[in-house]
């Protein structure tokens, strides 16, 4: 008799390609999920998204990735709101965004996806929640055409519920096997803002694969004409406000200001863009901190960045999980500053294998420039923290993370 594998079918949505969007990646191409699964990829068709994850996915046969003509003004409204219009002028965009007017084509769309694929698993990835509209689309249409074991993946803290959305949560939560998240953070905002009950909850780690090396740190510096012994900030992530950027300008203003001398020896490296870029570069530009700041957009290959650093710093305030930069970071062997919250704290153990600052309005920048200087200055320290970092990886490694995986798509 032979044993057929158990297919798997994953599906994300988001209007930027995003950590929470690269992890299903990391599950796709990993060898242990594919020797003992059937796996493939499910993800509406968007342009910018697919040229985000092309990298990703260049060795994986084109069978196993299924784009979705799914109809959404999110990855619209996004593009809106990135651009410097009064409120006014967005505000039709916006009740567009909410009407959902294309319920009724996505449903069918998923219709076909369902009956084609007729996988045993659902595995939904969303990037918070209630978050892509369409996550919570799919979970309908399983219901009505398919009853395949579902999977839902929350990659950020829930949003405090609101009347309107009792009767959709509760029709999520009995149709739902397994929520997943990979803090604990996490978990406790479904219990608290959605109500999820905790048995349903599961926590697993995030991981990584670490990527090939492109570029070195001479090469790096020699791209940015930055002198090879200069000291190297790196900061990776989406340009918005709960990624902290403005907390590290704040902070290497204070730097400089108090110490005039470390203007030519160190360098504070951006990567990423977003909806505040413009806000960001012109707060640069009222510190005249131009020489020592640079905005270098989204790289494909951050981990070279990354690589070449001195120190990575990690200044989210909100609405994280266990994001997965810092965990490249780790892999690498990196001094860490992060902030203290969420899934940060599960990884980082402050003055172990990285440093810990609390959310604060008032201090945070301010004791983000304290331990930068220190750890300009203390060079064992620095490489205390990035040896326990690159030992403490293997808790996040592609090995570990695809027998959690497997264990959980085997217990359903």
Known sequence: MINHKIKVLVFTDCYIYGGSERLMSFLINNKNLQNKFDLKLSYRAYKDYERGMSRDYQDLPKSLILPQQLLSNESL????????????????????????????????????????????????????????????????????FCNAKVIYQVNNQATISKK?????????????????????????????????PNDKIKI????????????????????????????????????????????????MDLLLKIHPELETK????FIGNGEDEIKLTQLVNELGLEKNITFLGYKSNSHDYINACDLFVLPSISNEDMPLVLLTA?????????SNFAGISQVITSEVNGMLIDINDVSFHQELYEIIYKLYMNLALRTLLGNNAR????????????????NLYRQL
Request: proline share 4%; charged share 20%.
């Open 164 to 196: 309107i959305d009792l009767p959709t949560d509760q029709f999520i939560c009995r149709n739902v096997d397994v929520f997943l998240t990979a803090s604990n953070l996490a978990k406790q905002m479904l219990i608290k803002n959605r109500q999820f």
């Open 266 to 269: 160190i360098s504070a490296l």
């Open 77 to 144: 409204f996004y593009k809106i709101n990135c651009l410097k219009l009064s409120k006014i002028i967005k505000l039709p965009f916006f009740f567009i965004q909410k009407i959902q007017v294309y319920s009724i084509w996505n449903l069918m769309v998923f219709y076909f996806l369902l009956k084609k694929e007729r996988p045993d698993i659902l595995h939904i990835n969303n990037g918070g929640y209630p978050g892509a509209k369409s996550c919570n689309m799919l979970v309908l249409a399983n219901k009505l």
């Open 330 to 338: 780790l892999e690498l062997g990196k001094p860490i500053i992060a």
């Open 391 to 406: 030992k403490s990886f293997i808790e996040y490694s592609p090995e570990k993370y695809g027998q959690n995986i497997e």
């Open 204 to 251: 697993i780690n995030n991981c990584i694969i670490p990527g090939l090396k492109e570029k070195n740190r001479e090469e790096i510096c020699h791209e940015l004409s930055l002198p090879i012994e200069s000291f190297i900030i790196v900061q990776v992530g989406f340009l918005t406000e709960r990624k902290g950027q403005r907390m590290l300008i704040l902070a």
